[in-house]
């Protein structure tokens, strides 16, 4: 009786393990979220890109 109880929690143990792996592979990295702020902010780099407004980081 013992056994079959070790051998169904190690059984539930790395069927939890498999899911929560699963379950990271999907999660959305918090640091690739943009606020509003660095939204327009991107934008606008983009637009000053268009227009050749840019600076080389070199010639800074």
């Given at each position: 009786m ?6 169904g929690?190690s059984?539930?143990?790395t069927?939890?393990?498999k ?8 999660m959305?990295d918090?640091?690739?979220l943009l606020?509003?702020e660095?939204k327009?902010?991107v ?13 080389n980081?070199k010639?800074?």
């Open positions: 013992e056994r079959k109880l070790r051998k929690s059984k539930n143990l069927l939890s393990k899911q929560l792996g699963e379950m990271k592979e999907h959305v918090i640091d690739a606020t509003a660095e327009e902010i934008s606008k780099s983009f637009e000053n890109e268009k227009k050749g407004k840019l600076i980081f010639n800074f």
